[in-house]
């Protein structure tokens, strides 16, 4: 079972992305042509679009879920220009009968490796599924201890408000809490996302606790990182209208070849 599968019902109301998102990997996709292998494609909020805009698109995912909801969403669209595979399997070891053109690692779904075993793992898959001229596009947060320090100094594991969104069912809302805290010396968070299904007189109906737990890296750990598993960079943008990688960006987009 993945720490997903609890998530699959609600992820699409709470996780949209980050600006300009979408589009950077899909014109990449585009632009390079050939098979893209997406690596936590979840609910298809990406591969979708791919195989829309004429993408051959191998998705894969460790919850089942999740891309039972995928897949019930290209069902409802119906006939694409491209094509979307969907496979259940873990980003930290997986074996696929093809090599990939393009690989995206998107919205920081490598932060979910925790340990050094899983994110070399990982990045070694990577490597063998990418084709020798391929592309391998990689996202995780622009982590700055001092700024973790001060966001959560004052309100470490207790709950906050986050947010108010329709019911999936469609009666009443869901309120959105999150607590988090960090591990300075392991660099991970610890998030426990509660959500309350509250009807139209303000009754609450259900609750849910949904987990997460995170790695951040530093750049110089993520360069030594990547180098290490046999990637070069060809260039690192701080945020998805390809703008430089500078001390202020909240993202590091690596952009790698073998």
Same mark, same amino acid.
């Given at each position: 079972?993945?720490?997903?599968?609890?998530?699959?019902?609600?992820y699409d109301l709470i996780h949209t992305g980050l600006p300009g998102e979408a589009e950077f990997y899909v014109g990449q !996709?585009? #632009?390079?042509?050939? %098979?893209?292998?997406? &690596? *936590?494609?979840?609910? =298809?909020? +990406?591969?979708?679009?791919?195989?829309?805009s004429g993408v051959h698109v191998v998705g894969l995912d460790n919850s089942r879920p999740m891309l039972e909801i995928c897949?019930?969403?290209?069902?409802?669209?119906?006939?694409?220009?491209?094509?979307?595979?969907?496979?259940?399997?873990?980003?930290?070891?997986?074996?696929?009968?093809?090599?990939?053109?393009?690989?995206?690692?998107?919205?920081?779904?490598?932060?979910?490796?925790?340990?050094?075993?899983?994110?070399?793992?990982?990045?070694?898959?990577?490597?063998?599924?990418?084709?020798?001229?391929?592309?391998?596009?990689?996202?995780?947060? !622009?982590? #700055?201890?001092?700024? %973790?320090?001060?966001? &959560? *100094?004052?309100?470490? =594991?207790? +709950?906050?408000?986050?947010?108010?969104?329709?019911?999936?069912?469609?009666?009443?809302?869901?309120?959105?809490?999150?607590?988090?805290?960090?591990?300075?010396?392991?660099?991970?968070?610890?998030?426990?996302?509660?959500?309350?299904?509250?009807?139209?007189?303000?009754?609450?109906?259900?609750?849910?606790?949904?987990?997460?737990?995170?790695?951040?890296?530093?750049?110089?750990?993520?360069?030594?990182?990547?180098?290490?598993?046999?990637?070069?960079?060809?260039?690192?943008?701080?945020?998805?209208?390809?703008?430089?990688?500078?001390?202020?960006?909240?993202?590091?987009?690596?952009?790698? #070849?073998k």
């Open positions: 079972m993945s720490s997903y599968d609890a998530w699959a019902d609600y !996709a585009v #632009r390079i042509g050939g %098979i893209t292998l997406e &690596l *936590g494609c979840g609910t =298809g909020r +990406l591969a979708i679009p791919m195989a829309m897949q019930a969403k290209i069902e409802a669209i119906g006939d694409t220009p491209g094509r979307l595979d969907l496979v259940e399997a873990d980003m930290i070891d997986f074996s696929l009968d093809a090599r990939f053109d393009f690989i995206a690692m998107a919205y920081r779904t490598f932060m979910h490796a925790l340990t050094q075993e899983d994110q070399h793992a990982c990045l070694g898959a990577v490597h063998r599924h990418l084709k020798d001229d391929g592309l391998f596009v990689l996202n995780v947060w !622009a982590a #700055r201890p001092s700024l %973790i320090a001060r966001f &959560l *100094g004052g309100h470490g =594991g207790t +709950l906050r408000l986050i947010g108010r969104h329709p019911a999936p069912e469609g009666n009443g809302r869901l309120v959105h809490y999150c607590a988090a805290t960090y591990n300075e010396h392991a660099q991970t968070f610890t998030e426990t996302h509660v959500l309350e299904e509250v009807d139209e007189d303000g009754r609450i109906t259900g609750a849910i606790d949904l987990p997460l737990t995170r790695v951040w890296f530093t750049p110089r750990e993520m360069g030594n990182l990547l180098r290490s598993c046999g990637f070069t960079v060809e260039a690192v943008f701080g945020d998805f209208d390809c703008r430089p990688f500078t001390d202020s960006s909240s993202e590091m987009i690596w952009l790698l #070849r």
